[in-house]
């Protein structure tokens, strides 16, 4: 008997698939994950010390907010309704350039992150959902592990999503591939330019660390709590006005910070939909940029939402 992690999912052929888990994260790896998810986590805890005894000058706020918008819209824009989802057509040098920005949040390579969010959507808080709030049970001691392990717990197991099965798109993609391999790089840039920038506005060697801390540190801290907020909190509470398979919820206080990503539970209804704050004075600033990238021929075959798919997973549809 095929078990439910076997199973095909909705979009995959009736046949047997490809196992859901490739193998074990290296030493290596999972050391570099520890680094990239605590270190920011300790910078966040610093900041107000920081703040108080030193200062946040206007440099390290233009240049935080710079890097969160770029870095922040890489990830939403990029490798969530873009490459995750195809909620719209991009031409290669957008294509590549959503890569590098959503690298540039140090929430993982674009492969890996794609392959870890399908495998969600696949098992979306059932077993093998890699991060549902709900898997521990429903008593306030399960829920409790359940939100930890969804926020970020998860990210510290070892188990690898299977690439093969869940992104074989983008493994086909050389553009993609390279820029998988590059993550590297593109975590020193992450960290680094900031600092450069603040050195060289400033003129300074101190106006250099506090740009790194604030606009590098603080900055992807503050970006990885947001993301994994939508995980967990988006959840576990909010309105549900759409039907979904699962718990999604919509979380309005956290749409500005997420651009928009908040609105989770009309994604988990529609997951192909490039908007997903479609109800009135849902903001959405994700989907005003695929709306300026159509509009300038950058991407294409956008997704929009119509009436009559709205009424199809609309919860009160008789």
């Known amino acids: 008997m095929t078990s439910t992690l076997d199973a095909p999912t909705a979009n995959e052929p009736n046949r ?11 030493d290596s790896a999972q050391f570099g994950i520890y680094v990239f998810v605590i270190l920011p986590f300790i910078a966040l805890f610093a900041a107000v010390p920081f703040a108080w005894g030193w200062g946040l000058s206007w440099v390290d706020v233009g240049l935080g907010a710079a890097f969160f918008i770029f870095s922040g819209l890489g990830i939403t824009a990029g490798f969530h309704r873009y490459f995750t989802h195809g909620s719209f057509k991009a ?34 808080d059932k077993e093998g959902d890699p991060h549902s709030p709900w898997m521990f049970g429903t ?56 600092g450069v920038l603040g050195g060289l506005i400033t003129w300074s060697f101190w106006g250099a ?12 801290g503050l970006l990885h709590h947001v993301t994994w907020s939508v995980n967990s909190i988006c959840h576990m509470i909010g309105e549900r006005p759409f ?20 609105w989770h539970n009309l994604h988990h209804a529609d997951p192909t939909c490039a908007r997903h704050g479609v109800q009135r004075g849902q903001i959405d600033i994700t989907a005003r940029l ?20 709205l009424a199809r997973i609309s919860a009160n549809e008789e």
Do not use: C, Y
């Open 209 to 220: 660390f506090t740009a790194f801390f604030w606009a590098g540190l603080v900055r992807v």
């Open 16 to 26: 047997s698939p490809k196992p859901v888990i490739s193998g074990r994260r290296r």
């Open 243 to 262: 039907q979904a398979r699962d718990k999604s919820a919509n979380f309005w206080p956290l749409a500005i910070l997420s651009f928009g990503e908040s």
């Open 290 to 309: 695929i709306w300026i990238f159509e509009k300038f021929g950058w991407a294409t075959k956008v997704r929009w939402p119509t009436t009559q798919r």
């Open 91 to 124: 031409k290669r040098p957008l294509r590549i350039g959503l890569a590098i920005a959503g690298s540039m949040a140090l929430q993982g390579p674009v492969i890996t992150w794609v392959a870890d969010h399908r495998r969600h959507h696949a098992f979306s």
């Open 139 to 194: 008593s306030p001691v399960a829920l409790a592990k359940g939100f930890w392990h969804a926020h970020m717990g998860w990210l510290f197991e070892r188990d690898m999503t299977n690439s093969q099965r869940f992104t074989p798109d983008l493994l086909a993609d050389p553009d993609i591939v390279r820029v998988q391999r590059q993550f590297g790089l593109w975590t020193i840039v992450s960290l680094v330019l900031p």
